[in-house]
């Protein structure tokens, strides 16, 4: 069965910390993305890469970082924890939109706190 | 406007009748639409995607497209109790690998 996985259920982090978030794709998947997704606001994108070491932004990238050094593992970093970015965190996989998408493959998320 | 627009329910419906989910999307140049279940607490799963005009089914579900007044419907056959659960409409922005997702129909079908 083909998965994305990341790597924490559950997250409790100080304010102030550096925070990293692993997501880890067997599907040979060229696109991974970060969403966070708060009640009321719904999914929204951090962060999205389209193949090795590239990278773009998404529609809230401000206080994130990302990684992506493999084709399978895609990092989500919180430079500084802060928190206004408690929430739960979604990487998701898809192939290249050719024409033919088949849409994203979520992880099971990451339930950030921050104290 | 937003780019997605879903109506946040609770939508309720009895056993065995069909529910109707609607989603609306702002730009015309958009070319793909998918919708997603989410159980409380997991994560979406894909369950219908569409690009056509017109409508696909697949099992007890039915996606319907219509671009020229830019909206999509998800229509649940025979609904059970667990079809209980958040859908999501995403729709691709033109010209991007980007997906925006709507805030999600919460769909209640009553034993």
């Known amino acids: 069965d083909v998965k994305v996985t990341q790597s924490s259920r559950y997250l409790v982090k100080r304010t102030g910390e550096k925070v990293f978030l692993e997501c880890v794709q067997d599907m040979d998947h060229e696109n991974m993305f970060w969403y966070r997704q708060d009640p009321g606001l719904g999914l929204r994108l951090i962060y999205f890469?389209?193949?090795?070491?590239?990278?773009e932004k998404g529609d809230i990238p401000e206080g994130y970082s990302v990684s992506r050094e493999k084709k399978e593992r895609f990092s989500l970093i919180l430079e500084s924890a802060s928190t206004n970015q408690t929430s739960m965190y979604l990487c998701?996989?898809?192939?290249?939109?050719?024409?033919?998408?088949?849409?994203?493959?979520f992880g099971s998320g990451t339930r950030l706190t921050v104290v | 406007q937003k780019e997605v627009e879903q109506n946040s329910g609770p939508l309720s419906v009895p056993e065995g009748a069909i529910a109707s989910l609607n989603c609306t999307y702002s730009d015309r140049g958009s070319q793909s639409f998918f919708w997603y279940r989410q159980y409380s607490g997991k994560s979406p799963e894909l369950i219908m995607f569409?690009?056509?005009?017109g409508d696909k089914e697949d099992g007890r579900f039915t996606a319907q497209l219509n671009k020229a007044s830019q909206y999509v419907s998800l229509l649940i056959r025979d609904s059970q109790p667990s079809d209980s659960a958040t859908y999501l409409c995403?729709?691709?922005?033109?010209?991007?690998?980007?997906?925006?997702f709507g805030t999600g129909t919460r769909l209640k079908v009553l034993a």
């Open positions: 569409i690009y056509s005009n």
């Open positions: 890469s389209y193949d090795v070491k590239m990278k």
């Open positions: 998701a996989s898809s192939l290249p939109d050719r024409g033919s998408n088949y849409g994203y493959t």
């Open positions: 995403a729709v691709n922005r033109p010209g991007t690998y980007k997906y925006i």
